[in-house]
């Protein structure tokens, strides 16, 4: 799969109030996510397309995020494919730590990057 013509913004770059897609696995998501994001695991997402696209539907941009930017790629790549405006979060959540952007985790303990 070519990821070079998949469309990625830089961590650092996502709105504050933009709309993020975590496609991580469950525990990923339990240890550490953005606030606010929605969480939808990479092999559901077909599965639950109509639930993203209610989600989504005030939203605009969908920014889409794992751990490192490779799952998110390929989710990115199948909803630009479906004609939505999607971009992958280069980095992924490993890159949104580093930019220094908010984490919360499940059940209150620190958050980490999974």
Do not use: K
Not at 84 to 110: F, H, I, K, T, Y
Request: net charge negative; with cysteine.
């Amino acid at each position: 799969m070519n990821f070079a013509q998949v469309p990625a913004v830089d961590a650092a770059a996502v709105p504050s109030d933009g709309f993020l897609l975590d496609v991580r696995e469950d525990d990923e998501w339990a240890a550490g996510h953005a606030d606010g994001a929605l969480h939808i695991p990479m092999g559901q997402v077909v599965a639950r397309y109509g639930e993203l696209t209610e989600a989504t539907a005030d939203a605009g941009r969908v920014h889409v995020v794992c751990r490192v930017g490779g799952r998110s790629a390929q989710v990115t790549q199948y909803l630009v494919a479906q004609g939505v405006d999607a971009v992958n979060v280069d980095g992924g959540m490993m890159g949104w730590e580093a930019a220094g952007r908010p984490l919360v985790s499940e059940g209150g303990g620190r958050p980490a990057v999974l």
